[in-house]
């Protein structure tokens, strides 16, 4: 039966240590009976006892590793289905839509998961858990028969009073697995949780980094106690501690505050589209002490959290993706303003992406010194297509403009032209700097 569980659940580390482990369970019961023929009834009973409970354990552990290896491969097999149903619609729907000219300005489709490592992740949390479980376990099996696995608990540290290696170990340990945890559990959540859940990428980003903060902090407390840290012995310790660091780092712990701040209210989001200054890009990451913007350039933009919860800020996708395309134009004067409005609409008709509702709009809205002001606006689902609909925009209502007659004014220019001594004059625009240098000979 063991060597059954051993196949069925995969086997792991015990697959390649089978010449010996096998032999090892063959002549087990040899020994234990040849103990108990040479006098050493006692010792053989116990061994015998504590071998079947270390068996126990070992398939206890194999097929709880077993079933949850299946019941993982089984959540990453739909949601790889889910994942190439969202890939052939997003194909279909592209194939359907009509080719744009220049790429879109942004990308807002939503993260995809990858699959290979959180499943890599979760497989790794799983065995680690594993195998500490079966550590702990033969450890409270066979501590009791053999004293050199009691030793350590029993024995001070060098210069200690109260400490002990096995306090020691347990610290350690303790550290470990709160490492493993923070590293590896976030993929379990979003295997086995956040992908039940409707929530956007966002979101689960949030739900997942604070989890991260939680376990850091449980196993922190967890360690000091396993080596004797009583809130009662450290507390002036941390006082004085927070009191030094607060003065010394308090840009880092403003930081660390308003990135907590940030990930409660969530003013910003993963895959958010901001404006900061005169930097905009998406929001890639949020960090304990900084957040990491990306711009259209694909440099990663370094933002402190602090400025994030303190300075304005401009989400263009907070609440509602859908936003603006206003187009301002001139016409040259005396040109025909309702059919130059007209046309701004039949441009804004042929575009595919631009919404109904509401509905695009033309308005004339002044004189200027160059010529008669227009105003196209209209709507745009999502910032997905804006660069594309916005270079269609422009090229429908030139060429249109064109072919109706309609000229687009230009702005005026004022030239001054100052004559020197020496007969040379020097063009000067409105901005004020010479263009060229001309010399005339004197009438």
Same mark, same amino acid.
């Given at each position: 039966p063991f060597r059954q569980v051993v196949l069925i659940s995969g086997g792991g580390w015990l697959t390649p240590l089978q010449l010996t482990w096998r032999p090892a369970m063959v002549l087990m019961p040899a020994a234990l009976a040849i103990l108990a023929a040479v006098g050493y009834y006692f010792t053989a009973l116990q061994a015998a006892v504590r071998v079947l409970e270390t068996a126990a354990i070992l398939m206890a552990v194999l097929a709880l590793g077993g079933v949850t290896r299946r019941w993982l491969l089984v959540n990453r097999r739909r949601l790889a289905r889910e994942q190439a149903k969202q890939r052939r619609a997003q194909l279909a729907a592209a194939a359907e839509a009509d080719a744009s000219a220049a790429p879109p300005a942004v990308e807002l489709a939503e993260e995809a998961i990858d699959l290979a490592a959180i499943s890599e992740q979760t497989q790794k949390l799983v065995r680690t858990f594993l195998g500490i479980t079966t550590m702990i376990g033969l450890v409270l099996i066979w501590g009791e028969i053999l004293p050199a696995l009691a030793y350590p608990a029993a024995q001070l540290l060098p210069g200690a009073k109260e400490l002990t290696w096995g306090d020691l170990i347990a610290f350690l340990l303790v550290l470990a697995v709160t490492y493993i945890s923070v590293r590896d559990i976030p993929a379990l959540l979003e295997l086995v949780v956040l992908q039940h859940l409707p929530l956007d990428s966002g979101s689960r980003y949030a739900v997942t980094s604070l989890c991260r903060y939680v376990l850091t902090a449980i196993g922190m407390i967890a360690a000091f106690n396993c080596v004797g840290g009583d809130w009662s012995k450290i507390q002036w310790l941390v006082a004085a501690m927070s009191v030094g660091l607060g003065f010394g780092l308090q840009e880092i712990f403003a930081n660390f505050v308003s990135g907590i701040i940030l990930l409660f209210e969530r003013p910003i989001r993963v895959g958010d589209i901001v404006t900061l200054g005169d930097k905009t890009g998406v929001v890639n990451r949020i960090r304990m002490r900084a957040t990491t913007i990306v711009d259209w350039d694909r440099k990663e933009y370094i933002v402190p959290n602090k400025d994030l919860v303190t300075e304005r800020l401009l989400n263009w996708t907070l609440t509602d993706q859908m936003n603006r395309i206003e187009i301002i134009l001139s016409v040259s004067?005396?040109?025909?303003?309702?059919?130059?409005?007209?046309?701004?609409?039949?441009? +804004? +008709?042929?575009? *595919?992406?631009?919404? *109904?509702? *509401?509905?695009?709009? +033309?308005?004339?809205?002044?004189?200027?010194?160059?010529?008669?002001?227009?105003?196209?606006?209209?709507f745009l689902p999502t910032l997905e297509h804006r660069g594309a609909t916005i270079h269609q925009l422009y090229t429908t209502i030139d060429r249109k403009f064109r072919a109706a007659g309609i000229e687009v004014a230009a702005p005026p220019r004022e030239m001054r032209v100052r004559v020197t001594r020496d007969g040379t004059h020097p063009a000067f625009t409105s901005q004020g700097r010479p263009q060229k240098l001309e010399k005339h000979s004197a009438a």
């Open positions: 004067h005396g040109a025909d303003t309702e059919r130059a409005c007209t046309l701004l609409l039949e441009a +804004a +008709a042929e575009q *595919p992406h631009l919404l *109904p509702e *509401p509905q695009p709009s +033309a308005a004339f809205e002044g004189f200027t010194d160059s010529g008669l002001k227009l105003a196209l606006r209209c």
